[in-house]
């Protein structure tokens, strides 16, 4: 008996799955290739948010699954200039939908896209209004991979840029939906990836092996388990961004460890002008999408604190023990390296530290430091802000007004045992022009002998009368 009338189940099952192959082969065949062409920029559009156009050809591939790759593919809106571009993209396509004539895809791959978003003066983005297809069921889910991408952001206005290198997504099951008339065009993306950034550059501030999963729901953005290096430290966080409300809400949790001062930029510190490890945390919120909204509505608190640290170029407590000097000495230059952080050295021009590094006029030991500041609305206090060497204590008191880049008032001050300030020098004006005052010690220590004040400013004793306490905080007196 023939086989085929022995298994005539198996045998019209063969057939109908080739039959099945066929029609799917023809059906993709017959697709023009500038159809095809039209569904993955379509497509690429769709996922993105962005205008796309292929100038590059169009090839097929049926196996393992029929897919359509595209080559030179340009972004964005065509009357607006080019706004980016990657080499190539796949658009896998499902076998049901080509048997029924449609292209509907399962997996976009995008090979190396590089995208360049840029605002201008006028807060206009040159990608012109983000969409979704809205055809009552926004864009189909498909996964999302994103090779080797890379970012560039600038903002005219404020003249910031930020650059982000290596971009690795894995985003399956992604899709976008409509957004509502009233909402937020980014409210209706729907996700779930595990992202991998190689290196993000934002002004000085350079992070290196950035990791964090992402979710995208009703409007939320939350990214988790966040694993990065900062200055040889390595950091953790997680942050939130609420685009239900308006304008949008975020939230950001880091915490570094092991920070090296010796890897700072030298926008911050000089070449060589320090050493040791610094932790740093950061809570922050605020509202809005542009810088300047953002830091008007900043609130939360920033702490850096650190041990055994060294400033070369200038022996502290020599240059405070020497009377004749201390009148012309800067404690604000001196101090702003390491009491403020970033936000004291922007608002201080603390690389006028420059001037003390790499002479050969000693070094000073930070045996404590903590720079913990709250922020309201946009203006951050100094809470605790005092270092500790192995004779004096300084210790500073400011308000910063960080989106009008004004120091609305600071000083820095030379403390004793019971933190009544012995020597004091105020600095005001703006964060690009500020002006320090002369330094002046209090009446009361005029007639010291010179052997006394070297013994250290800190560990002389005012009386009651004479005390106006300066700093109560953490940083203890050696």
Do not use: K
Request: proline content about 5%; aromatic content about 6%; overall charge negative.
């Amino acid at each position: 008996m023939p086989s085929t009338a022995r298994f005539p189940l198996r045998f019209l099952l063969l057939v109908a799955a080739l039959v099945v192959v066929l029609a799917g082969i023809a059906s993709l065949l017959l697709w023009p290739a500038e159809r095809l062409e039209e569904r993955v920029a379509d497509v690429i559009e769709a996922q993105l948010g962005v205008p796309a156009s292929i100038e590059g050809d169009a090839s097929l591939r049926l196996l393992p699954r029929p897919a359509v790759q595209v080559r030179d593919v340009r972004l964005g809106p065509e009357t607006e200039g080019e706004a980016g571009e990657l080499e190539a993209a796949w658009l896998s396509l499902r076998w049901l939908s080509l048997l029924r004539g449609r292209l509907e895809p399962g997996m976009l791959v995008l090979d190396a896209p590089v995208l360049r978003l840029e605002r201008d003066a006028q807060g206009v983005l040159n990608l012109g209004p983000w969409t979704a297809e809205d055809n009552g069921r926004g864009s189909p889910a498909l996964d999302l991979r994103i090779r080797d991408g890379e970012l560039h952001w600038r903002d005219h206005g404020t003249q910031r840029t930020a650059t982000v290198h290596g971009l690795e997504v894995d985003a399956p099951a992604t899709r976008w939906q409509a957004a509502a008339d009233d909402a937020h065009p980014l409210a209706g993306l729907a996700l779930a990836a595990e992202v991998s950034i190689a290196r993000v550059e934002d002004g000085a501030l350079t992070l290196t092996d950035v990791s964090f999963g992402l979710t995208a729901r009703d409007g939320v953005f939350r990214t988790t388990d966040w694993e990065m290096n900062l200055y040889e430290g390595h950091g953790t966080g997680e942050g939130e961004a609420d685009f239900t409300e308006q304008p949008p809400h975020w939230e950001l949790d880091v915490a570094f460890d092991d920070l090296e001062l010796e890897s700072f930029p030298e926008e911050w510190l000089p070449p060589g002008a320090a050493s040791g490890r610094a932790a740093l945390t950061a809570t922050l919120t605020s509202r809005g999408e542009d810088v300047q909204t953002l830091l008007h509505h900043l609130d939360g608190e920033v702490v850096l604190s650190g041990n055994d640290l060294v400033i070369r170029g200038v022996d502290l407590d020599e240059e405070l023990a020497a009377y004749e000097r201390t009148q012309r000495f800067t404690l604000v230059d001196a101090a702003a390296v390491v009491l403020g952080g970033p936000v004291w050295l922007a608002a201080t021009r603390g690389t006028e530290f420059a001037r003390y590094a790499g002479r050969d006029n000693g070094e000073t030991e930070i045996v404590q430091l903590l720079s913990a500041w709250e922020i309201e609305q946009g203006v951050a206090h100094a809470r605790d802000v005092a270092l500790a060497t192995p004779r004096n204590r300084l210790a500073a008191q400011a308000s910063l007004d960080l989106p009008e880049r004004r120091i609305r008032e600071a000083e820095v001050a030379v403390v004793d045992a019971e933190g009544c300030a012995v020597m004091r020098q105020e600095v005001h004006g703006t964060f690009d022009d500020p002006q320090i005052e002369e330094p002046h010690l209090v009446e009361a220590l005029l007639g010291a002998p010179l052997d006394l004040l070297r013994r250290g400013l800190a560990a002389l004793s005012l009386d009651p009368e004479d005390c106006e306490v300066f700093y109560d905080g953490a940083v203890a007196a050696q």
